[in-house]
């Protein structure tokens, strides 16, 4: 008999040990960046924003002077969390064992506070809750956050201000002019910057006012309202890209591959979208959210109301990139203001 | 082999693991639908399920259908790529299961109350756990209903315990939907055609599983008769892949059907 488990491990630490949250921070002048980028370095990997002639992208990078501070990673970072195929156990014959992932650590450098609030989304789902999925705590575990804060919005699509979104990082840079501010959010940045020696300084941080807005994320009202959101369901092609380029997006699927004598071979989870009409498929034909309309609203919905329901914070995080990526470009949160 | 091996529902959810179990028996029902036997302690709810599948074929949600507290069976019908190989198999071969998960049927809740248990097609598996369970502790429970419907005489689930559930005092009706069938107890029609007799009353509670165009005519009629939306508890079906409430398969609106459910009461979901 073989016995594993691939969704939990037993210890139950908490991953992020918050800190207080206060105004004060330290200096660093931006002739010293290089310094911070040897701390990091130490640490890991360093991923970071690369303008990368058509986009910008998360890469891995040897310094931080091509590091592109104004533009946002058009793919998310959710790939460092939850790979698009994560291998869950292998089998060969009778024996089937637990496959864990290779980690490497890795500091992901100038997230946005979009993005640094959906790893604090995706930490509610996967580790908050029991069982705590064992690949993604381990992943999770080997990344250091660096956030960098938006003075104004990166472009027209984002809408965070409307998000109420919170600190969630180990550390977070505030450009301010010939300086960074630096923030410390957690016991693992705090480790880092130590060795620097900063001057301390002081800052209350301002928000961004984004160009376009949510009104709000209340929408219960709107659910029967199937007319409001024809509007863009007409205009859907269901292609999935609003779910792949979302940060917190994380339904997957599980999916056994194997070789040709059936035998050998493993169970993947592999990234899916509630798009799909075959997402809700079961045997004997039947689709439970067979009709458009239903799909997407439900991504919506799940956004703004089913994760709240449950976790208490909205799931989306107001980054833009469902809308910024769409190839309709539906502008879904104007469905919304439109009726509040 | 099993000797220090226990499927229990109180266990923490953080001790899920997948186990090799030998199938102990595999009785054909009807055309497409067979009856597997494991022999393992359990400790479960009627309405658990099971994530029952086979490496390198796949996993699919089967509701355990008996029980019992050292073996469980699963009714599978072959009609997906995986449930197809689980019935394929034999005894002895070994399935990959994961559970039990969910919440089922909480029959400390229903004590002495009057049950009615209503069921259609394969969704007669997870309601024969409450049936099984009721038999085990008959004097705790008022009168029992029992409806079931099915196409026609090949289709008939579990007949042969039937008569045992008369025998325990609980009435059993039957529809068949199809021209011209042999079975004596049954009536013609879908199960909605044979729920004519039935009462509301305030200690009734009404325990439903089948297709979701049964559910839902079924619940309609059972509202006309005057039970109230808590007084009716739906297993649902979903498409199911992780079991433990996070690839989002089988979300119902904000619920998840295997965590929350598959088991809910019928106001928490209406």
Same mark, same amino acid.
């Given at each position: 008999?073989?016995?594993?488990?691939?969704?939990?491990?037993?210890?139950?630490?908490?991953?992020?040990?918050?800190?207080?949250?206060?105004?004060?921070?330290?200096?660093?002048?931006?002739?010293?960046?290089?310094?911070?980028?040897?701390?990091?370095?130490?640490?890991?990997?360093?991923?970071?924003?690369?303008?990368?002639?058509?986009?910008?992208?998360?890469?891995?990078?040897?310094?931080?002077?091509?590091?592109?501070?104004?533009?946002?990673?058009?793919?998310?970072?959710?790939?460092?969390?939850?790979?698009?195929?994560?291998?869950?156990?292998?089998?060969? +014959?009778?024996?089937?064992?637990?496959?864990?992932?290779?980690?490497?650590?890795?500091?992901?450098?100038?997230?946005?506070?979009?993005?640094?609030?959906?790893?604090?989304?995706?930490?509610?789902?996967?580790?908050?809750?029991?069982?705590?999925?064992?690949?993604?705590?381990?992943?999770?575990?080997?990344?250091?956050?660096?956030?960098?804060?938006?003075?104004?919005?990166?472009?027209?699509?984002?809408?965070?201000?409307?998000?109420?979104?919170?600190?969630?990082?180990?550390?977070?840079?505030?450009?301010?002019?010939?300086?960074?501010?630096?923030?410390? +959010?957690?016991?693992? +940045?705090?480790?880092?910057?130590?060795?620097?020696?900063?001057?301390?300084?002081?800052?209350?941080?301002?928000?961004?006012?984004?160009?376009?807005?949510?009104?709000?994320?209340?929408?219960?009202?709107?659910?029967?309202?199937?007319?409001?959101?024809?509007?863009?369901?007409?205009?859907?092609?269901?292609?999935?890209?609003?779910?792949?380029?979302?940060?917190?997006?994380?339904?997957?699927?599980?999916?056994?591959?194997?070789?040709?004598?059936?035998?050998?071979?493993?169970?993947?989870?592999?990234?899916?979208?509630?798009?799909?009409?075959?997402?809700?498929?079961?045997?004997?034909?039947?689709?439970?959210?067979?009709?458009?309309?239903?799909?997407?609203?439900?991504?919506?919905?799940?956004?703004?109301?089913?994760?709240?329901?449950?976790?208490?914070?909205?799931?989306?995080?107001?980054?833009?990139?469902?809308?910024?990526?769409?190839?309709?470009?539906?502008?879904?949160?104007?469905?919304?203001?439109?009726?509040? | 082999?099993?000797?220090?091996?226990?499927?229990?529902?109180?266990?923490?959810?953080?001790?899920?693991?997948?186990?090799?179990?030998?199938?102990?028996?595999?009785?054909?029902?009807?055309?497409?639908?067979?009856?597997?036997?494991?022999?393992?302690?359990?400790?479960?709810?009627?309405?658990?399920?099971?994530?029952?599948?086979i490496p390198g074929i796949g996993e699919s949600a089967i509701s355990i259908c008996s029980y019992a507290s050292d073996y469980f069976e699963l009714s599978i019908r072959a009609v997906g790529n995986v449930t197809k190989a689980l019935c394929a198999l034999k005894k002895g071969d070994k399935v990959a299961l994961r559970g039990p998960y969910g919440h089922g049927y909480e029959m400390e809740k229903f004590k002495a109350k009057d049950l009615v248990v209503i069921g259609g097609g394969c969704g007669v598996a997870p309601v024969r756990g409450i049936l099984e369970f009721v038999s085990k502790n008959r004097p705790d429970y008022g009168d029992v209903?029992?409806?079931?419907?099915?196409?026609?005489?090949?289709?008939?689930?579990?007949?042969?315990?039937?008569?045992?559930?008369?025998?325990?005092?609980?009435?059993?009706?039957?529809?068949?939907?199809?021209?011209?069938?042999?079975?004596?107890?049954?009536?013609?029609?879908?199960?909605?055609?044979?729920?004519?007799?039935?009462?509301?009353?305030?200690?009734?509670?009404?325990?439903?599983?089948?297709?979701?165009?049964?559910?839902?005519?079924?619940?309609?009629?059972?509202?006309e008769k005057g039970f109230q939306k808590n007084q009716i508890y739906v297993s649902e079906e979903r498409h199911m892949k992780c079991g433990v409430g996070r690839c989002g398969h089988c979300m119902m609106k904000g619920k998840y059907c295997c965590t929350d459910g598959p088991v809910f009461r019928y106001d928490k979901i209406n």
């Amino acid at each position: 008999m073989t016995l594993f488990s691939y969704f939990t491990i037993p210890v139950l630490d908490p991953i992020i040990k918050k800190m207080p949250k206060n105004d004060s921070g330290f200096k660093l002048p931006k002739k010293d960046l290089n310094k911070l980028y040897t701390a990091l370095e130490k640490f890991g990997e360093v991923i970071a924003p690369v303008n990368d002639s058509k986009r910008v992208r998360m890469q891995p990078v040897e310094n931080l002077g091509n590091v592109s501070f104004t533009g946002v990673s058009w793919f998310t970072s959710k790939k460092y969390v939850f790979p698009p195929k994560q291998t869950l156990v292998k089998f060969n +014959g009778e024996k089937v064992r637990k496959s864990s992932p290779e980690i490497t650590k890795r500091v992901l450098f100038g997230l946005r506070m979009c993005d640094l609030n959906a790893f604090a989304v995706n930490d509610k789902l996967f580790l908050e809750q029991e069982p705590k999925m064992d690949f993604y705590k381990k992943f999770r575990e080997s990344l250091l956050l660096v956030g960098l804060w938006c003075d104004k919005p990166v472009d027209a699509f984002c809408f965070c201000s409307s998000m109420n979104l919170q600190h969630e990082y180990d550390l977070c840079l505030f450009d301010r002019g010939d300086f960074f501010h630096i923030k410390v +959010g957690s016991e693992k +940045g705090e480790e880092i910057l130590k060795k620097l020696k900063l001057e301390s300084d002081e800052l209350i941080p301002e928000k961004p006012k984004c160009k376009t807005e949510l009104k709000t994320t209340d929408i219960k009202d709107l659910f029967e309202k199937n007319e409001i959101w024809k509007k863009g369901e007409e205009n859907c092609l269901f292609c999935g890209d609003c779910t792949s380029l979302c940060p917190t997006c994380l339904c997957f699927d599980i999916e056994d591959n194997c070789d040709l004598s059936g035998k050998c071979g493993e169970r993947c989870a592999s990234w899916d979208s509630c798009m799909y009409k075959d997402f809700t498929k079961v045997a004997g034909g039947h689709h439970f959210r067979g009709k458009k309309i239903d799909r997407f609203k439900h991504r919506i919905f799940h956004k703004l109301q089913y994760f709240d329901e449950k976790f208490g914070r909205s799931m989306c995080t107001g980054c833009g990139r469902c809308i910024r990526g769409c190839p309709m470009k539906i502008y879904w949160p104007k469905i919304i203001n439109d009726e509040k | 082999m099993m000797k220090n091996k226990m499927f229990d529902k109180t266990k923490k959810m953080a001790e899920d693991e997948i186990t090799l179990l030998p199938i102990e028996s595999i009785r054909k029902q009807t055309t497409d639908e067979y009856l597997l036997r494991f022999k393992s302690k359990i400790n479960h709810d009627p309405g658990q399920f099971f994530m029952c599948g086979i490496p390198g074929i796949g996993e699919s949600a089967i509701s355990i259908c008996s029980y019992a507290s050292d073996y469980f069976e699963l009714s599978i019908r072959a009609v997906g790529n995986v449930t197809k190989a689980l019935c394929a198999l034999k005894k002895g071969d070994k399935v990959a299961l994961r559970g039990p998960y969910g919440h089922g049927y909480e029959m400390e809740k229903f004590k002495a109350k009057d049950l009615v248990v209503i069921g259609g097609g394969c969704g007669v598996a997870p309601v024969r756990g409450i049936l099984e369970f009721v038999s085990k502790n008959r004097p705790d429970y008022g009168d029992v209903e029992i409806f079931f419907g099915f196409n026609e005489d090949e289709d008939i689930l579990f007949e042969v315990d039937y008569s045992e559930w008369e025998k325990n005092d609980m009435k059993v009706g039957l529809a068949l939907n199809a021209e011209g069938f042999s079975c004596t107890r049954a009536q013609k029609g879908f199960v909605t055609n044979i729920l004519g007799d039935l009462q509301a009353n305030k200690n009734k509670v009404a325990f439903l599983c089948g297709p979701p165009i049964m559910i839902e005519s079924t619940v309609k009629m059972l509202l006309e008769k005057g039970f109230q939306k808590n007084q009716i508890y739906v297993s649902e079906e979903r498409h199911m892949k992780c079991g433990v409430g996070r690839c989002g398969h089988c979300m119902m609106k904000g619920k998840y059907c295997c965590t929350d459910g598959p088991v809910f009461r019928y106001d928490k979901i209406n």
